[in-house]
């Protein structure tokens, strides 16, 4: 069965500094990839998605992510936080068809002054 | 443009209870899924719709839960009777034409309390 895996539950970083949150699935072809933000109290919004092509994801809010067949990787990142990117992070996973998605536990993010 | 429209946003019910919620997709939208989020259980689709007609309900918990979507503007999740392990928050969320999992719009979701 399909799974994603984000590592870290918690991560804190200063603002201005960059960020690398990470996730990574386990399945036998390449899926389709989601990087989703929840902000407190409020619903999901799509960051950026990869299905294929660049390897290279540009999103919304200054975030890019690079798909790693390799190391079947999909990190989200940012060169410089903000402290209004407080929030929530989850990796999404969708095999493809008809598949539903899949999403990862989450990575809540604190940035500090 | 207004986004998903969820209703109550808070919900506190006394066991045996039922709770309806209700959600208002974005105009123009056909794909509409109703999630629930706990801290065990992250993140988890329930059921959608595409273009009212129920595709997928294999989500759906047990019995007590059912799903209508009488028109393209209106959906609600009901659950009857409730009990303290529903206590969870309940999102909706919605997807333009030919997109369904791929680009889906949330709602603020619906905070459930089942005491």
């Known amino acids: 069965a399909q799974s994603v895996t984000q590592p870290d539950i918690h991560i804190t970083v200063s603002e201005g500094a960059s960020l690398e949150l990470r996730c990574n699935y386990s399945?036998?072809?390449?899926?389709?990839l989601f990087w989703y933000v929840q902000s407190p109290g409020q619903g999901l919004q799509l960051l950026l998605k990869?299905?294929?092509?660049?390897?290279l994801v540009q999103g919304i809010k200054g975030f890019e992510a690079e798909f790693k067949r390799s190391q079947s990787s999909f990190n989200l990142r940012k060169p410089s936080v903000h402290w209004s990117d407080a929030a929530e992070y989850f990796c999404?996973?969708?095999?493809?068809?008809?598949?539903?998605?899949?999403f990862g536990t989450g990575t809540k993010l604190q940035v500090i002054p | 443009d207004a986004g998903v429209i969820q209703s109550p946003r808070h919900e506190v019910t006394e066991m045996g209870q039922e709770v309806t919620l209700r959600c208002k997709p974005i105009s123009g939208h056909d794909y509409l899924f109703w999630y629930r989020q706990t801290m065990m259980r992250g993140l988890e689709l329930l059921i959608y719709?595409?273009?009212?007609?129920?595709?997928?309900d294999s989500g759906m918990p047990e019995d007590r839960f059912s799903a209508k979507m009488p028109n393209a503007s209106f959906s609600t999740l009901k659950i009857q009777p409730s009990e303290p392990r529903d206590s969870a928050v309940y999102f909706c969320a919605s997807s333009p034409p030919g997109t369904g999992y791929n680009e889906q719009f949330f709602g603020p979701g619906t905070r459930l309390t089942v005491l």
């Open positions: 719709f595409n273009n009212n007609v129920p595709i997928d």
């Open positions: 399945y036998g072809a390449t899926p389709y």
């Open positions: 999404a996973v969708r095999p493809g068809g008809y598949q539903k998605v899949t």
């Open positions: 990869y299905f294929s092509g660049d390897t």
